[in-house]
Each structure stands twice: as C-alpha cells, then as structure tokens.
C-alpha cells in the first residue's frame, strides 16, 4: 500500500559545497540518497518535496556543516493480505519467485491450485494445468501477500495464487506500478 510519509534525513555538505545554491545541493544529495532505498519496513518510491532545511551545524575540526532537511515522499510498504501483480522470474519444483517493483516474492507450490502441476520437462521449467494457464519465467502473474518478513534494508515476502481472482494476470500494470518497476529496476535492487 502507498503513504505520503513526512520524513527527515541528516545531510553532511563539505565546505566546498557551501554558497547560493547550498539548498540545491542538499536536495539533489537527498534524492541520491533516499529515492530507490528500503529501510526493512518500506520502500521510498520518490520525494515529493522539501518542506525545511534547518540551519547547517559545523562539525569540529572538519568543517563539514550537518543539516537536518524534512521532506515528504511516497512510500511503499506490502502489507499481508494485499494483492499485486508481479514478473516471475524464477520456477522450481518447490514453487516460484515473483517480483513486485523490488520486492521479491515466494509463491510455494503448496499456496498453487491444485489443477495447476509443475512441468520439470518442459523449457523452460513452469507450471501448467495443460491448458491456458502457464506460470514461467516473465509471467505475469497476480499474487496475494501472505507474510512479510523484514531485514536490514530488505524487504522478503511469501505469496499465494490459490484464491479465485488470482493467478495469471493478462491486465497490464497501473502507472504507479510500471513508474516502481523503472524506478528500481535502474536503482539496482533497491536496498540502502
């Protein structure tokens, strides 16, 4: 689910950077740092604004001034029992791993309709009920959130496509889903 979260973030300038244009270095150096990242519980997708810039405080002895700058940005954070829709992009016997934006999600293939069976033969390796439904690498694919388990600027996930309205997606993404799947997608994975 998406928030408009109001945050705060210590920036350290050198000197060097200290003149007229201070507030757009610590701005541009805000976004570098937060945009793309995950502190374990969400994701921050993009700031919207800078709302203040406290006044810089000189570090002793090394001329780098610290400033406290508040901005609000949107976030993301996958809750149990929220619906997504992702890219598969690996199968196994023991299920497969969808990615939602930069979230990876585990589907095990006991939280599989049973009607779909996984096809070691075929190439590449999927899921199949030997008709329309085919769950391999670059499905798209619908998935319910089971659980959430969150790390050091990493988020892990198990999902489910047992339910009725899941399984394989033939929609197209919403834009706030294709607008996280470039984000992160030219951000490396994510993490901080």
């Known amino acids: 689910m998406f928030f408009l979260y109001e945050l705060e973030r210590v920036i350290a300038l050198h ?11 610590l701005t541009n150096k805000l976004l570098d740092d937060v ?8 994701y921050v997708v993009c700031v919207m604004d800078v709302y203040d810039i406290t006044e810089g405080r000189i ?14 940005a949107v976030v993301w954070r996958p809750f149990k029992g929220e619906t997504v ?25 006991h939280f599989i309709p049973s009607d779909i069976k996984f096809d070691a033969n075929a190439t590449p ?27 050091v600027g990493k988020i892990f996930a198990i999902g489910s496509i047992k339910e009725v ?4 997606a033939y929609l197209g993404f919403s834009a706030i889903e294709l607008f996280m799947r470039l984000r992160f997608s030219h951000g490396g994975d994510g993490g901080g």
Do not use: W
């Open 15 to 25: 000197p060097s950077f200290f003149g007229p244009r201070i507030k757009e270095y």
């Open 35 to 42: 945009e793309g990242t995950c502190n374990g519980q969400y």
């Open 59 to 72: 570090l002793p002895g090394s001329g780098v001034a610290e400033f406290t700058v508040h901005y609000r």
């Open 85 to 109: 829709d992702g890219i598969v992009q690996s199968v196994n016997k023991m299920g497969f791993f969808a990615d939602v934006g930069p979230l990876s999600i585990f589907v095990s293939s």
């Open 125 to 151: 390796p999927q899921y199949t009920d030997n008709g329309d439904q085919v769950i391999e690498r670059g499905t798209q694919i619908r998935v319910k959130i089971m659980g959430t388990r969150s790390d």
């Open 165 to 168: 309205s899941l399984s394989v």
